[in-house]
C-alpha cells in the first residue's frame, strides 16, 4: 500500500494533477486550501475517492494548520506558493509568502516526523536575468534575484527556493529534500480557476496582444509535471536533487504558430508577427506587465531537463499537444470565444 502524502495548496493547477495521480496510485492525500469553504468545490473538481482525500486550513502567512495537516504523512509534496495574473506593486507581496511559507511547511515537517520533501520551484531560479543572447541551464545554474530588471515573480521562487535549501542545510536532519523546477506550465484546464502561466496562452487566444514582444519560455505539460513529483516522492536517494522540468524553448511567435495551424478558424484573433522592441519598451512606461519583460528581450534559455530523464525516467509529451490541450480547453470553458 502507497503511503500518505501531504500536498500543499491543493486548489492549484499542477497540485490537482498531482493529487488524482497520487490517489489513483492508492496514496492517502491530505491536502491543504486556504479556508475550508472551498473544500467542496476541490472535491467536485477533483472527483477522485474521497476516502483517500482529507482537506485542512493552512496558509502561507500564518503558523496554524500546517502540523495538524502533516501528521501521520511520510512525505510532502510543497506546491503552494503565490503566482498572480499581473505585476505586484510590491515585491514583497511575492517574496515574503513564498519564503516564509516554504519555511512554515519544512518546520511543520520536521516536527511531524516526514521523512521526504518535494518542494515546487521554477526555472524561474535558475535561469533568468542573463539578458539578450542564447543561453543553456542545468540545475547548477542559478537566478541572482538582485540583478535589475527582474520580476517579482522570479526573484520570489529564487529567494524560496535559497531560503529552504539553507535552512534544510542548517535544520533539516533526516529530511530528504528535493525541488522541482517547472517552466511554463501548459496543458488541460479544468474551470476558470486556471494557473496564471495559462493565461500566456489566453492572450494569444483573445486577441489582447496584437504582436508576440521576442520573448519566449520553455514549455512543459501539466500532466507531465504532475508525474515528475510522484517519481520524485517514491524515488530512493532525493536528499539535496533538484530536477529542471522543461521541454522545447519556444518563442511566443512560435506557440502563436501553433495555434493557427491546429485551430484554424478559432486562431483568428492570434497575432501573426512579433513587436518591435521599442515598441514594448514604450509599452512599458505605463505597462507593469510589459515592463516585467524588458529584461528577457532576445534571450533564448536553453533548460536542460535530462537530469530528470536520466535519474527519474521521466518522458513528456511533444511541446504542440500541451498548446493545443491547453487552448481547446480555454474555448470548450467559454474563457475564450471562438
Request: glycine share 8%; hydrophobic share 45%.
Amino acid at each position: 500500500m502507497a503511503d500518505s502524502v501531504f500536498v500543499s495548496g491543493g486548489s492549484g493547477y499542477i497540485a490537482g494533477f498531482l493529487i488524482r495521480q497520487l490517489v489513483a496510485e492508492g496514496w492517502t492525500v491530505h491536502t491543504s486550501v486556504r479556508s475550508l469553504e472551498r473544500e467542496a468545490a476541490v472535491r467536485r473538481l477533483l472527483a477522485v475517492d474521497d476516502r483517500r482525500l482529507k482537506f485542512f486550513a493552512a496558509d502561507l502567512n500564518a503558523d496554524a494548520g500546517w502540523t495538524e495537516a502533516m501528521a501521520g504523512c511520510r512525505c510532502v509534496a510543497h506546491l503552494a506558493s503565490p503566482l498572480p495574473a499581473g505585476v505586484p506593486r510590491s515585491a514583497d507581496d511575492l517574496i515574503v509568502p513564498a519564503r516564509d511559507g516554504a519555511l512554515r511547511a519544512l518546520r511543520a515537517a520536521k516536527a511531524t516526523g516526514v521523512e521526504r520533501f518535494v518542494m515546487t520551484s521554477s526555472v524561474a531560479a535558475i535561469a533568468y536575468g542573463r539578458g539578450r543572447g542564447v543561453h543553456h541551464f542545468t540545475e547548477a545554474d542559478w537566478t541572482q534575484p538582485d540583478r535589475p530588471g527582474l520580476s517579482p515573480y522570479i526573484q520570489s521562487k529564487t529567494i524560496a527556493e535559497r531560503a529552504a535549501r539553507d535552512w534544510v542545510a542548517r535544520e533539516g536532519a533526516g529530511i530528504e529534500f528535493c525541488t522541482i523546477n517547472p517552466s511554463v506550465v501548459l496543458g488541460p484546464v479544468w474551470s476558470r480557476d486556471y494557473s496564471a502561466s495559462v493565461v500566456i496562452l489566453r492572450k494569444l487566444l483573445d486577441g489582447s496582444l496584437r504582436g508576440c514582444p521576442d520573448i519566449g519560455f520553455g514549455v512543459v505539460d501539466v500532466r507531465d509535471v504532475a508525474d515528475l513529483h510522484v517519481r520524485a516522492l517514491k524515488a530512493p536517494g532525493m536528499a539535496g536533487e533538484r530536477f529542471i522540468a522543461s521541454g522545447r524553448f519556444m518563442k511566443l511567435l512560435e506557440i502563436a504558430e501553433v495555434l493557427r495551424a491546429a485551430l484554424g478558424p478559432h486562431a483568428g484573433k492570434v497575432p501573426t508577427r512579433n513587436l518591435p522592441d521599442w515598441l514594448v519598451r514604450v509599452t512599458a512606461l505605463f505597462d507593469r506587465r510589459a515592463r516585467a519583460a524588458l529584461g528577457e528581450l532576445g534571450s533564448v534559455r536553453h533548460q536542460d531537463a535530462s537530469h530528470a530523464k536520466a535519474v527519474l525516467g521521466w518522458a513528456t509529451r511533444p511541446e504542440e499537444q500541451s498548446i493545443v490541450d491547453c487552448a481547446c480547453c480555454l474555448i470548450e470553458l467559454g474563457i475564450v470565444e471562438p
